[in-house]
Every structure is written in structure tokens, then in C-alpha cells.
């Protein structure tokens, strides 16, 4: 079992930035791969950044050049630095972690309850 807990969702203007961190515990953290999820109103919840175990990065188009994930197995947690927000990046996100970075978010064995970030433009 593992068990995540997120932090560092807020508001924020369009073009502002923020900072998630995830927290895990319960289970060798340097032994899973993470990822960050989100869903917005209306829509299906999407891939937006993985990290694997060997510390390979992943990243949706969206996202891609403005999101930054990273890990400390020391700490055993992972962030997701977030630069020149607009306002589809509202959503509420989550902290995933499974046996690989995959785009399938159903694949995923363990979530976090999520943080919600919105961007005013």
C-alpha cells in the first residue's frame, strides 16, 4: 500500500506559477513510478507528468516547456513546478503511483485525494 498526500494547489493569475509537492508513504518509494494527474469540470481526467523510477521524465504536450516534475527518494516525495499558468491548467490535481509512468491514467495503482488549482486569466 501507499498512501500520497498533495499539497500547494491555489489561485492564481494567468501566467503565475505554482508549486505541488506529493508526500508518499507506506512502501519503498524509490521502487514506484509517479505521476501527476488532473481532471477539470466536465472533462476526463488526463495525463499531465510522470517520473520514473530511474528518474526519466514524461510530459503531456500541454504541458510541455512550463511543468517540470521531479523526486526525492530521500524525502520520498515528488513536486510538480508549474510556470506560465493559463486558464485551462485549472483543475483539480493528483498524485499517482504505479509500476510505470504510463499515459492510461486508469493504470495507476495508488492516488492521492487531490488539490485543486485554478487559474484566473
Known amino acids: 500500500q501507499v498512501q500520497l498526500v498533495e499539497s ?64 526525492d527518494n530521500a524525502k520520498n516525495t515528488v513536486s510538480l513546478q508549474m510556470n506560465s499558468l493559463k486558464p485551462e491548467d485549472t483543475a483539480v490535481y493528483y498524485c499517482a503511483a504505479g509500476p510505470a509512468v504510463v499515459r492510461t491514467t486508469r493504470l495507476y495503482d495508488y492516488w492521492g485525494q487531490g488539490t485543486q488549482v485554478t487559474v484566473s486569466s
Open 8 to 71: 500547494g494547489g491555489g489561485l492564481v493569475q494567468a501566467g503565475g506559477s505554482l508549486r505541488l509537492s506529493c508526500a508518499a508513504s507506506g512502501r519503498t518509494f524509490s521502487g514506484i513510478a509517479m505521476a501527476w494527474l488532473r481532471q477539470a469540470p466536465g472533462k476526463e481526467r488526463e495525463f499531465v507528468a510522470g517520473i520514473t523510477i530511474g528518474g526519466n521524465t514524461y510530459y503531456a504536450d500541454s504541458v510541455k516547456g512550463r511543468f517540470t516534475m521531479s523526486r
